[in-house]
């Protein structure tokens, strides 16, 4: 393949590489986008440098793809909790994967979690009370009943005022497909699955406010928030119920 000056670059230019990529490469639309956004960052380097006068690419939009459920039906959640695993290091990462699905809380948070980090107010109710490593957003959540338990299960395990022991996220997620396998779980699971069930099950099927859920995972912006709100339909279902029988006591008759 030639080089191609960047002056001959144009919209139908973008659109072409991006069918290429898509149909002839038969890339993932994950790496399709990484490869244009990085050919973008050159667009606007010679933009800034006055290689070019004008955008080459302006009007060309990468589709958006479906944003697949990454969250854990409460069928899948409760086999994680209640499935046995002999192994200790599986269900050391089992463990991980539950308290953060309790808690919202990021690997790399998780991994930097300490006592002092730990708030506990005049009523005995314990808090986490930090920033997070990626935005630097202060977030505070309550500690349940599960997360406390997995706190004090690995008490002393870990070195210095660390909470839990290290342990890698790349061996956290080949564990945790070891995992999903002993508890019937019929998808790959991945660590961060458990902030999306953290989100989708534990607060939002519940009824907590998404601004709520928004403080307590540290987003910036609740639209951050939104790609992680999965409702199941049993949640739709319940609020529809709830709607009807506010409805009917409101509008009785048809005339």
């Known amino acids: ?89 599986q269900s050391f990462i089992r463990d991980m994967f539950v308290f953060s699905t309790f808690t919202g809380i990021s690997y790399a948070d998780l ?3 300490s006592w002092k980090d730990i708030i506990i107010e005049e009523d005995g109710s314990r808090w986490i009370s930090t920033d997070r490593q990626k935005t630097k957003t202060t977030f505070h959540v309550k500690l349940l009943n599960i997360p406390v338990q997995i706190m004090e299960r690995y008490r002393g395990f870990a070195t210095g005022d660390k909470i839990f022991p290290p342990m890698s996220l790349e061996q956290v997620n080949v564990g945790l497909k070891k995992v999903a396998k002993k508890c019937s779980i019929n998808r790959t699971l991945t660590f961060h699955m458990s902030r999306h069930t953290f989100a989708s099950q534990v607060c939002l099927s519940q009824g907590v406010p998404i601004e709520s859920l928004s403080r307590m995972m540290g987003h910036k912006s609740i639209h951050t928030t939104q790609r992680y709100a999965h409702l199941n339909p049993e949640k739709i279902a319940g609020d529809m119920k709830q709607l009807s029988l506010r409805l009917a006591e409101k509008f009785t008759h048809l005339k």
């Open 111 to 113: 991994k930097k979690l």
């Open 1 to 89: 393949m030639e080089d191609i000056p960047l002056s001959e670059l144009d919209l139908p230019f973008i659109e072409a590489f991006n069918y290429y990529l898509r149909v002839k490469r038969k890339m993932k639309p994950g790496t399709v986008r990484a490869r244009i956004v990085l050919l973008n960052k050159v667009i606007r380097l010679a933009l800034h440098r006055n290689f070019i006068s004008r955008p080459p690419f302006k009007g060309f939009g990468l589709e958006k793809s479906q944003v697949q459920n990454r969250s854990l039906t409460a069928e899948e959640l409760d086999r994680l909790i209640s499935t046995p695993i002999q192994s200790s290091t």
